[in-house]
């Protein structure tokens, strides 16, 4: 992933526009693509803020907190499908999830299929 652009860059980006330029001729005199003057300017004028967003990081899963109740399941009844598994999910906590999402979680959790 590339850097964002510094923050005094976007600075004086900001600036331009404000003095009364357009974003294209603010992108062609800094050499940036239009669409990143068109965002940070949206952004500016939203949040009133020049930082940039951060970028990358883990997505946690939906269903670590329902650990438990999962883990349960499976032990209570170990033949049951994954279907089933989102719709017993869906009942009890409200969580709404997609059966292979809840395979991909069990098996990285230890489980494997049962042939």
């Not at 500016?44 to 269903?63: C, F, I, N, V, W």
């Not at 598994?85 to 979680?105: C, M």
């Amino acid at each position: 992933m590339p850097k964002p652009y510094s923050l005094d860059l976007r600075e004086r980006v900001v600036g331009y526009v404000e003095a009364g330029h357009s974003c294209r001729a603010a992108a062609a005199h800094f050499g940036v693509s239009v669409s990143f003057v068109v965002i940070l300017m949206r952004n500016y004028r939203k949040t009133e803020s020049l930082a940039p967003k951060a970028s990358g990081g883990r997505r946690h899963s939906k269903l670590e907190p329902h650990r438990a109740f999962l883990l349960g399941l499976v032990a209570e009844k170990d033949d049951i499908t994954m279907p089933e598994l989102a719709a017993e999910l869906v009942t009890a906590a409200g969580v709404q999830v997609a059966p292979a999402s809840i395979s991909r979680w069990l098996i990285r959790n230890g489980y494997r299929f049962k042939k």
